[in-house]
Nanobody, 121 residues
Framework: QVQVVESGGGLVQPGGSLRLSCVASGTIVSIYSMAWYRQSPGKKRELVASVTSGHVTNYSDAMKGRVTISRGDVANTVHLQMNSLKPEDTAVYYC???????????????WGQGTQVNVSS
């Protein structure tokens, strides 16, 4: 069993900042990458940022320049620092961990339940 849990969401004013955190726990062999996605009502879920076990990062255009993804000091954690937030950033933010199976032949995605971010004055 693997659990992925996000935290750090909430209400913030336009121009403000939030730091989201995600931790994966349970029976984990090895995590290849962790990523943040977001989904607003009526829109498709979209990638925000990802980071591999080798600390290679990727940012989508949606929030590029305003977010930083980083692996945490604690194993199997990832953070998303979000700055200069806009009302259109309001969404549920999901963490996903891409993990290897026991013989490193298959990668599987494990999703958290999401954390709500509301940007409003």
């Amino acid at each position: 069993q693997v659990q992925v849990v996000e935290s750090g969401g909430g209400l913030v004013q336009p121009g403000g900042s939030l730091r989201l955190s995600c931790v994966a726990s349970g029976t984990i062999v090895s995590i290849y990458s962790m990523a943040w996605y977001r989904q607003s009502p009526g829109k498709k879920r979209e990638l925000v940022a990802s980071v591999t076990s080798g600390h290679v990062t990727n940012y989508s255009d949606a929030m590029k320049g305003r977010v930083t993804i980083s692996r945490g000091d604690v194993a199997n954690t990832v953070h998303l620092q979000m700055n200069s937030l806009k009302p259109e950033d309001t969404a549920v933010y999901y963490c996903v961990a891409e993990m290897w199976n026991s013989d490193f032949t298959l990668l599987s995605d494990y999703w958290g339940q999401g954390t709500q971010v509301n940007v409003s004055s």
